[in-house]
């Protein structure tokens, strides 16, 4: 199983989170921030920034504009090398960001056509990334759009 998958499959992962009460992903009022880490390395810890502030609320808008996703299964990332994002929040609540897709608790929430919000995302970690893992992601992206 694939480090993103044990992320979507872990047991309570988002368990009593009022954010995912329903299908619709909501930002909680009070979250003041949120890390992301950039699932790429296997041996060492992956890199991880945080989001606040106006960043936090373009994610919120960017996600919320995004369509709902299409039923069935996530296409499949690789099992080496970069693997998405996650974003965690303070309450708990988390969402994979990869491969055209968010999910959450392993159930598929918003389309990302094109990567536009995973391209997003990932530029925002650009000053906290180090270039070859931050490349490697980008070219990742890139090939599969």
Known sequence: MTRRGALAMGAGLLAGSEAMATS?????EDAASAVV????????????????????ADLAARFKAL??????AAPALPPLG???????????AALDVGGGRMLSDGRALRA??????????????????????????????????
């Open 82 to 92: 970069y693997q998405g994002m996650t974003i965690r929040f303070p309450d708990g």
């Open 37 to 56: 880490t950039l699932l790429i390395f296997s041996g060492r810890p992956d890199p991880t920034w945080t989001l606040t502030g106006e960043r936090l």
């Open 24 to 28: 619709e992903f909501r930002l909680r």
């Open 112 to 145: 990302d056509p094109g990567r536009a919000f995973e391209r997003w995302l990932l530029e925002t970690g650009a000053a906290h990334v180090e270039p070859l893992p931050l490349d490697a992601a980008r070219k990742e992206i890139e090939r599969a759009r």
């Open 67 to 72: 369509p709902p996703a299409p039923a069935g």
